[in-house]
């Protein structure tokens, strides 16, 4: 796959991320459960806004995030997803490219506004969201760029994206694409609210089209109604190629058919903001296997792990300390 001009085009929700610390009762008062991301409008999303404290404005979205993680990493990569032509939308562009991502996708001259997720992080650095999906939902089968997605190593999928139809003719369209091109398909679970919404929809699509899966402990026991991660492990094996799921501060585990690695989580991190952690994770190890690690899965979980340490380590989803230097001094 060295003719590959990028190594991973992420498809995703185009987000601003808002982010506050508050405390329990916050999220008691706003009816929230911790952990746990929610849909809501533009009106719920104005009177939320209005109520947190003070924030920190950032570009964002599942995918966007891993994007940028791969590009810290000195990866090759662009990403597709709907902003408006507002001033939120100009922000995401902006901050997108200033990181060296391409990303053809043209912005929207009307309808909702751009994207935003409110989000609160408590004293424990667990991450609640809110999030307005905005112009988002107009994502579809024509904004997928086919030459970008051939061009590409991996295309990544978010989870997150699966609520609108146009958005799944999109994901099954770039996969056939990627596909036919003899490249490789990734996605993320998201969230296990997610997966509770589309378990039947997210089984097919990880059996017929996902080539490397992505999910937490909670994740992928909600995809497959099991009490148990190891109840899942078994189930997962045989319905992709790759499966990288991550357990917090357990470390993560890698199963690629008999095969499974196990990934410890880097030592001594002062954890702050768990917000973007599995988006972190992704970013190193799809890094590492279009770099040349698919032999070397336990290689690609390490970069993971030496990723989402340092984005844990502070407010924010995006690294503060580029994660190619970070990956030097750790591993050479």
Known sequence: MSDARYAVCGIGNAIVDVLSHEDDDFLTRHSMTKGTMALIDADAADKLYDDMGPGIECSGGSAANTIAGIASLGGTAAFIGKVKDDQLGKVFRHDINA???HFPTDAADDGLSTARCLIHVTP???RTMNTFLGACVDLGPGDVDEDVVRASQVTYLEGYLWDKDNAKAAFVKAAELAHEAGREVSLSLSDPFCVDRHRDSFLELVEGHVDILF???DEIMSLYQVDTFDAALQHVRGHCSVAALTRGSKGSVVVKGDEI????????IRVV???GAGDAYAAGFLFGYTDGGQNDLAH???LGSIASAEIISHFGARPETPLKELV???IG
């Open 99 to 101: 990181i060296g991502v």
């Open 124 to 126: 424990d650095a667990e």
């Open 215 to 217: 999910a937490n402990e």
């Open 261 to 268: 690695h196990i990934g410890d989580a880097e030592p001594d």
């Open 273 to 275: 903001d768990t917000t």
């Open 300 to 302: 690609c979980a390490r």
């Open 328 to 330: 030097a001094k750790k």
